[in-house]
């Protein structure tokens, strides 16, 4: 083992974020901008803005339009491909393959991600839904688990500060559940969607149709947008990679900011093994990191750390950190770091047609679709004794595509500009439960090919899930009735927990170490230089894409970390 052999001088920063994704990439980007020299540690290979080899590519110039052949996700997907829909070749190069990534499973879990610069910033679906009280008094009102340590009002700012940056579109709608926001002008709702939206709100009225709420750039404002972002082409290729930085990622938006500066640097094929506790300061000096391409390891050092290596990463790390003084993983005091794993459901929804609207048509596509949020459990109305909390909707209603079969010539191009039918589709995001016995854990018995230990999930859906998803099926099905749709089909898949790719909670905010382990800073309780802002924060799930509540912890995190080093107490 190799440690400072050039220096502890030369390893020594302000200030440590580990991974550049989504909420890594907004810490670097608020220490930078506060004067912290900040190093990023990223266990991924670098990818520059603009290096998007399939951003630019059309379905004929993909082998068999884009789908991969059946050996290849045999051979590498096999776990995401349960999710038939997800692994494509042009997005392909984005995803770790299942083969070079182990992880095991008591219960069967989908886990989805990218090590790469940029995390899943660069592959995200964009959609971003403010929390309101409904979620953050939940716990306390049902005594489910524990209290959240915050209130809407001590996040609302950070949701204005963020989003404003970030650039999110959607239209206000005065609901409780989702507060409205500081939005771009929306995409707007299409022919059928705004025949929904005006069918449905009639028979039910807490059922609102409304634009998604996206982070992509409706409008483009440079000096608001910084770093490389641009005006959204509605080409809807986003999962690639977007050359417009139209949406927001850390390689479009938070990096180049950062970059700017002059404070940042940036350590790619770095895999950060542990946050190393120094007793008598009694907090932590630094990170131990391996480089994933020559094996070697580093120590690296600073005054405040941020863990923002997503929800399983930061939490895989934490348990990974054991010392004399936290032998269970760094600041596991309250036992409860690894479990209460959430995500949101996913496998559930309804398909139909529309008729009626065959003289209609819209230009172009749209990275987006509508939203539906949440209707059931916000108030005494719309209270139901089966179950708690709720669930909310995305779809979109598009032409099908029309392409007649077996003709060729002027025959074919007079068939195929014939518009085709309306389809709609929606899918159901619901709340689960944080559950102490829902966890993940590390095997230090297995080691993957850097010698880390494996990770292992175990997770299911409980009672309250099962109930909430027939209900999210059974409204989806009155919502299409309600629009006059028809072919009416629904499903209900109940899919492993991971699968939608809004894993949250093992790390979970709370009042006290006995029962948590970050304080409402996002701080470790027992390790105040050490921050996680990532989704295992998390106290309970909500129904909402999750995300956008990352980032404005995040930056409200840096700004009290930055708080307490003025004073001297950091
Ligand atoms: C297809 C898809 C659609 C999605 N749609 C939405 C959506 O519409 N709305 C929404 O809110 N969310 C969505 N999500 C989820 C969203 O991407 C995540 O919530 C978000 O990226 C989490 O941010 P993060 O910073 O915690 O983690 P990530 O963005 O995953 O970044 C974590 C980074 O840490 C690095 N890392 C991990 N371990 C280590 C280590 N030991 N050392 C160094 N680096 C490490 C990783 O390589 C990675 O780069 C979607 C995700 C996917 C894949």
């Not at 951003?55 to 096999?78: C, R, S």
């Not at 977007?242 to 938006?253: D, H, T, V």
């Not at 690894?338 to 996913?346: I, T």
């Not at 459990?377 to 079969?405: H, L, M, W």
């Amino acid at each position: 083992m190799m440690f400072n052999s050039k220096g502890k001088e030369e390893r020594t920063y302000d200030a440590i974020v580990i991974g550049s994704g989504i909420s890594g990439g907004y810490a670097a980007m608020e220490l930078c901008t506060k004067g912290y020299k900040t190093l990023i540690l990223e266990r991924g290979r670098d990818i520059k803005h603009g290096d998007y080899p399939t951003a630019n590519m059309d379905p004929w110039d993909f082998e068999n339009q884009g789908k991969l052949k059946q050996e290849e996700l045999d051979k590498h997907y096999f776990k995401q491909n349960r999710l038939s829909w997800w692994v494509g070749e042009g997005h392909k190069h984005l995803i770790n393959k299942d083969d070079e990534y182990p992880y095991d499973e008591v219960k069967r879990y989908d886990w989805i991600r990218g090590h790469h610069v940029g995390g899943r910033s660069l592959m995200w679906g964009r959609q971003c839904y403010r929390w309101s009280d409904i979620d953050f008094e939940a716990n306390l009102k049902e005594g489910i688990a524990i209290d959240w340590p915050i209130r809407y009002k001590d996040i609302e700012p950070w949701y204005d500060y963020v989003e404003t940056f970030v650039g999110v579109s959607g239209r206000k709608e005065g609901l409780p559940q989702i507060p409205d926001g500081k939005f771009l002008k929306p995409h707007d709702l299409n022919c059928v969607e705004q025949h929904m939206r005006e069918s449905v709100m009639k028979k039910y009225p807490h059922r609102i149709i409304t634009p998604g709420r996206c982070a992509n750039l409706t409008e483009y404002d440079p000096k608001i947008h910084l770093g490389k972002r641009g005006q959204c082409q509605n080409r809807n290729r986003c999962v690639r990679g977007c050359p417009y930085g139209a949406y927001f990622s850390s390689q479009a938006a938070t990096l180049p900011v950062a970059e700017d500066t002059g404070n940042l640097s940036l350590r790619a094929d770095s895999i950060v093994t542990e946050i190393v506790y120094d007793k008598k300061l009694g907090k932590a000096s630094g990170v131990r990191i391996k480089d994933a391409i020559s094996g070697k390891e580093y120590e690296y050092f600073a005054r405040i750390i941020f863990c923002n290596a997503s929800t399983v990463g930061s939490t895989a790390l934490l348990l990974n950190s054991r010392s004399e003084s936290f032998p269970d993983g760094l600041g596991n005091t309250s036992g409860e770091l690894g479990h209460n794993m959430m995500d949101h459901h996913y496998g559930m929804g309804a398909s139909a047609t529309m008729d009626g609207f065959e003289d209609k048509y819209y230009k172009g596509r749209r990275p987006n679709g509508f939203y539906i949020p949440r209707f059931r459990n916000i108030s005494k109305e719309t209270k139901r004794d089966d179950y708690v909390r709720g669930f909310g909707y995305q779809g979109g209603a598009s032409r099908v595509a029309n392409v007649p079969e077996g003709l060729v010539g002027a025959e074919l191009k007079e068939q195929i500009f014939a518009p085709g039918q309306y389809h709609i589709w929606m899918t159901c995001f619901g709340e689960i439960l944080p559950y102490h016995e829902n966890k993940m854990f590390l095997n230090f018995d297995k080691k993957d090919k850097h010698g880390m230990p494996i990770i292992t999930f175990d997770a299911e859906l409980k009672e309250n899930e099962m109930t909430l998803r027939k209900d999210g099926v059974i409204c989806a099905e009155e919502i299409l009735e309600a629009a006059g749709a028809k072919n009416i089909n629904s499903w209900n898949e109940a899919t492993a927990p991971g699968a939608c790719i809004h894993e949250m909670g093992t790390a979970r905010m709370g009042h006290s170490n006995k029962t948590s382990v970050l304080n409402k800073w996002n701080q470790i309780h027992d390790v105040p230089n050490v921050f996680v802002t990532d989704g295992s924060c998390m106290t309970s799930s909500g129904t909402q894409n999750p995300s956008i509540t990352y980032i404005a912890l995040t930056a409200r995190a840096v700004d009290h970390a930055d708080r307490e080093v003025k004073a001297g107490r950091l």
